[in-house]
Structure formats: C-alpha cells, structure tokens
C-alpha cells in the first residue's frame, strides 16, 4: 500500500488508547463483510474503530488498513482503487472512516462488496443522514448501526475512572444503582448535564469544541444531504436557536416557519433531518405505524450539552431534566408522551421534576413514577433522574 496511507493508520493508532470502550463496542458484528456505523459528530466512532484494530493480534493487524475518507490522498485515488490494490497484496480488513465525505461512496462500497468477498469492510460516518440517503445501494449488503454519546455510566468510567455496570430497565425502576465508590451522585451529575456526552470534553477547550459540531451539522452536514444553499443552511441554525429557546417544544409550523423566512410544508422535513444528525429529539405520540412519524408531540434538543452551549445561563432547568430522560431512554426503549404526564416507556408513566414534584398529577394511575433532579437514592416510586443514565 502507499506509504501515505499506512503512514497515517500508523499515527492514529499511536494515541488511541484502550482504556475505556464505547457501550456499542460489543453490540457490532466487527466480522461481517460490510458493516457501517452511523451518529452524530464528536461521539467517538473514529476512536473506537482505531481501539478495535489496536486490540487484534498482530496478523490481523498486518492485514488491516484504516483509511479516512477526507485524507488529501483520495483527492487522486478512488476506494475502488485502493481497496483492489489491499486485496492484491493481502489485505483483508479494509476501515473506512467519514466516508460521507467521499463522493460517490454508496456506489463505490458496492462494487468493491461485490467484487471482493474475501474483504471485510467497516465504515463510519459523522452524518447519519448521509449514510440512510445513500443505504438504497447498500441495503441488500450493508449492515448499518447507529451510536449515540456517553451516557451517564460510561462518563462516569471515561472521565473519573468510577466503573459500574449497566442496569436494566427493572434495576432504575426498583431503586438497585447503588454505585460503589459514590456516596454522593449529584454533583459528578451536574458536571455530566453541562459537558459529558461527547468524549472531547477532555480535550479541553469545550464551549469552542462544542460550537463547531453545532455549526458543521447545521451548516454543512445537513444542507449537503438536502442539497440546501449555504443561506438556508444558516436559517437551520436560526431555526435551531428558536427551538432551544422554546424547549420542550411544541411544533408550530406557520409560526416557526414565518420566523425564519421558509415554507410551512419545509418545517417538518427540516426537524427530520434535524433529529437524525443528533440535534434534535422528537417526541412522538403512541399512534404507531407510519402515522405515528407524522405526529409529534414535543421538541428536545438532543442532549443538554447543546442546551448549556446554546443557552447558557438562561438554561431552562425543567427542559435539562426531561431532555436527559429523554436522551438516555431512547436508546433501549420505546419512549412516547403521555396525557397525563411527561413520558411513557413500555406501559410505566414517567413525571419529571424537582424535589418537590409530588406523586398528585399521576394519583391513581398505575405504574406511575416520580422522577426528580436533584434526589440521591429511590424511595418507593420516587426515582433519582441520574439513575436512568446507567441504562447503557
């Protein structure tokens, strides 16, 4: 292979370390001939490419190649190319990262899946939205995976070195997330609430870190996919100002659309692409079905990372505590609005709130739970909020 590219691999590897994996790590078939992971920017799929090739035994590893897609070297090389020339001389794991960056890519996965089956191919992409436009080749081929950031858990493990296993969704429920070493979950929390979910945080420099991923996926990443003009790619942005000033937020389409200067019918297509770059959250309702993507109920930002970095001080407490619920549910639930409270998961009603939020609005309702912020430790249906952040 060209000296560029193993060159590259080689320096990616030297600062990656294996200390701490990712909850998705042992959810993906890493043997499958195609496989692709999707998410949001910043939220560590390039690291964990780079851990998984680091962790095989040293003849994997001479025969693994990881490449990314927006390296100067494809500005004159094709993939085709360059996975053709691996396979001649032996490779076998062919590593693909950003690879929405790369024109055609869709097209070019399929013709070296079809014509290399002795190639195992894993590829990874920062805009979720880019990836699902271009599966309609790849869907007899590829299997595609979706990761989100670092739940509550995991930073707890990254950043403090405080390991503790995932719970279950009965462990929340029944009080059973007692966490060795913390006597006092509560502040460790907060720090979580304000900048825990991307794993750059540690690099420093967050607030900057954190403005450039907003920027990128609004500007770019989205209005690239939707083939937009740079001047409706900064009303997204506008849009998403709107929404975080509002949240939760109750879809309004005239109101919305009139502020920010585009057509009613593009305000639904807009929050669509808006959730599936790791923006937005869409809180639907029961209906189900295909009916069901059409009728929804609320608006969250994603994460309250985005909520502190795009309000600040003026941060909305009772909007952190349902986007946090919200966030860290979704994952391995089915998480809908309620008529009588916040949240409903799977038959269990969900009210959210402070230390004072009492049980009075969910009386007589089975399965019902209080949620709150700022409580430490479970007491019959009073549950700890940060507990839900130890579901993945």
Do not use: C
């Amino acid at each position: 292979m060209d000296i560029t590219l193993i060159e590259f691999m080689q320096g990616q590897m030297t600062f990656v370390s294996t200390d701490f994996i990712r909850y998705m790590y042992d959810k993906l078939p890493w043997s499958a001939r195609l496989v692709g992971l999707v998410g949001p920017r910043g939220i560590g799929k390039s690291t964990m490419v780079l851990q998984h090739i680091k962790m095989q035994q040293e003849a994997i590893r001479n025969k693994s190649l990881y490449v990314s897609a927006d390296h100067t070297y494809f500005a004159t090389h094709s993939l085709i190319e360059t996975a053709s020339q691996f396979v001649r001389e032996g490779g076998e794991w062919l590593y693909i990262d950003e690879v929405h960056k790369y024109n055609g890519w869709s097209s070019e996965l399929k013709q070296i899946y079809d014509s290399h089956p002795e190639l195992h191919v894993f590829f990874t992409g920062s805009s979720i939205l880019d990836i699902l436009e271009g599966e309609a080749d790849l869907s007899r081929r590829a299997l595609t995976f979706s990761m989100q950031g670092l739940s509550f858990r995991e930073y707890l493990e990254l950043f403090h070195g405080i390991k503790t296993p995932v719970r279950t969704f009965e462990d929340v429920l029944n009080g059973n997330v007692q966490i060795e070493g913390i006597l006092h979950p509560l502040p460790l929390f907060s720090k979580y609430l304000h900048e825990g979910y991307y794993p750059f945080s540690m690099e420093g420099y967050f607030a900057q870190r954190i403005q450039q991923v907003i920027r990128q996926t609004m500007e770019s990443d989205i209005p690239q996919y939707a083939n937009m003009t740079p001047a409706t790619g900064r009303k997204l942005k506008q849009m998403l100002g709107i929404i975080a000033g509002n949240v939760p937020y109750k879809p309004e389409a005239t109101s919305l659309a009139n502020e920010i200067k585009v057509g009613r019918n593009d305000i639904p297509t807009y929050l669509l692409y808006m959730e599936k770059a790791g923006m937005i959250g869409l809180l639907r309702d029961k209906t189900g079905g295909m009916r069901g993507l059409g009728k929804t109920e609320k608006v969250y930002l994603d994460n309250t990372n985005l909520i502190y970095a795009i309000s600040g001080s003026n941060a909305d407490i009772g909007n952190v505590r349902e986007t946090f619920f919200y966030n860290q549910t979704r994952l391995n639930h089915v998480v809908t609005s309620s008529k009588v409270s916040d949240f409903e998961i799977e038959g269990y009603t969900f009210e959210i709130g402070g230390k004072k939020k009492s049980s009075k609005q969910v009386k007589g309702i089975s399965d019902a739970y209080i949620v709150r912020d700022d409580t430490e430790y479970a007491n019959d249906k009073f549950l700890p909020l940060w507990s839900f952040g130890l579901l993945y």
